[in-house]
């Protein structure tokens, strides 16, 4: 089992920064993927980045493309969200994923096996 846990969400103007961050627990060595995903009320669960933990390619819509940047340290089985030039739009609860293997459809949220309680990121204009 593994469990990912949020944090580092919070209430930021626009323009500003955030770097949400999701440690995963347990038996993370079982985990390729790892991913973030938003939801904003009354919306559908979006994809926003995913990181794999053995080569470390990343994968971005195209919405956060230049704006966020997602790493991830192996040592500390954490993975970061670096949110720079935040907009309103960007307000949601973001959750953190993980997936045992990897597949070119990292986007679909039912594709991933752990999922966080999610953290929320308010934007103010």
């Known amino acids: 089992q593994v469990q990912p846990v949020e944090s580092g969400g919070g209430l930021v103007q626009s323009g500003g920064s955030l770097r949400p961050s999701c440690a995963a627990s347990g038996r993370t060595a079982v985990t390729d993927i790892m991913a973030w995903f938003l939801q904003a009320p009354g919306n559908e669960r979006e994809f926003v980045a995913a990181?794999?933990?053995?080569?470390?390619?990343?994968y971005y819509t195209d919405s956060v493309k230049g704006r966020f940047a997602i790493s991830r340290d192996n040592a500390k089985n954490t993975v970061y969200l670096q949110m720079n030039s935040l907009k309103p739009e960007d307000t949601a609860v973001y959750y953190c994923?993980?997936?045992?293997?990897?597949?070119?459809?990292?986007?679909?949220?039912?594709?991933?096996?752990?999922w966080g309680q999610g953290t929320q990121v308010t934007v103010s204009s």
């Open positions: 990181v794999r933990w053995s080569i470390g390619s990343t």
């Open positions: 994923a993980a997936r045992r293997f990897y597949s070119s459809k990292y986007y679909l949220g039912d594709t991933y096996d752990y």
